[in-house]
């Protein structure tokens, strides 16, 4: 990517270099382990090898400190993200190292919790869904024909985290309702996205079948107001019908594609809306994560991608003196936004 291409990318880069080593945050949404992966993204996309040494460094600074800090479990700020983090790190070649042996120790506090606590939340930040993402991603680190012990515990806790999703589904929580905001944390289409996961790699096929047979009358009288929503759903639901056997589901996708206005949903954040929880950058990044089909996704991707290089944001932050950790993490911040211009860029 050019700096004429985006021209504050550059900017952006050199203050988190400045502000992301300084920060106490660890974790992945919001601290140094997410920002890490933003930089070696950048890397890749640019070869520039100042930004592989910040990422290199914000990484060895979480392993430095990872051992001796009591730190909290979840997603969005723990040890759920942060193990999650460095296993995508690995497998997407950016880091070396055996997992198992690196994150052992944060495997082991993560067991303990979570086989402690019976009454989990359903969220992605620091619910059944954040632990469950984090224990699919340990599994596609394992060795496919390999039964390790680590594998048999990954699949007895998924299995303790689908039982207590089960529970959750069955008593139709109001935290699969649609937000009156957009939220890239909603959790109806993040639940169908991990159930499409869980099928995918065949863990609790048959129980996966039961939770959906619960869902599919909820998803089905799920009819989004916001067209971000609606296509956030249907996105999940592609997903979920090409990984199970949902065919049933087609008739309601076809709903909400035919009610999709792409030429609306940009103008349901304002120009200064642009961070990945509630903004342009978020939504872009779910088209490109979330897409099974392209239903002319490629031009909605370029007006996002010009709306948020031509934010009023980026003369506010220029002035800005003060930076919390969430102000530069992946979730809410800079470096959130960043990448999800990597994404949305021609060249990305």
Known sequence: ???????????????????????????????????????????????????????????????????????????????????????????????????????????DKIFQYLIDHQSLSLGLRNGILGYGFYCISRLK?????????????????????????????????????????????????????????????????KKVQIILSQLELIVKSTYPIKDTHKLFLLLSIERLIQQTSAKNWGQHLKVLQLSINCDKIPYEFSDKNVTPIHGYAGFGSLLKLLSVNNHGHGKLSSILFNKINN???????????????????ILQGLSGIAYSTLILSKTG
């Open 141 to 205: 680190g394992e060795k496919v024909n390999q039964f390790t012990s680590r594998k048999y515990l990954l699949l007895r806790l998924l299995m303790h985290l689908v039982d207590q999703l089960y529970k959750i589904v069955e008593e139709k929580t109001e935290a699969l309702r649609e937000p009156i905001t957009f939220s890239i944390t909603w959790d109806l289409p993040w639940l169908l996205y991990f159930l499409s996961e869980l099928h995918r790699l065949n863990i609790y096929n």
């Open 1 to 107: 990517m050019s700096e004429d291409e985006c021209p504050w990318l550059s900017q952006i880069s050199r203050l988190l270099i400045e502000k992301s080593l300084l920060i106490d945050d660890l974790g992945l949404l919001n601290g140094k382990i997410g920002i890490s992966i933003y930089f070696f993204q950048l890397y890749r996309k640019t070869a520039n090898n100042q930004y592989k040494q910040v990422a290199e460094k914000l990484v060895e600074d979480v392993y430095d400190r990872i051992a001796s800090s009591n730190r909290i479990i979840d997603f969005e700020n723990g040890l759920a993200g942060i193990a999650w983090g460095i296993e995508y790190l690995v497998q997407f070649g950016f880091i070396e190292a055996d997992t198992d042996e690196a994150l052992s120790d944060l495997d």
């Open 311 to 329: 934010s009023t944001l980026w003369q506010e932050i220029k002035e800005k003196k003060d930076f919390s950790s969430k102000d530069l993490g």
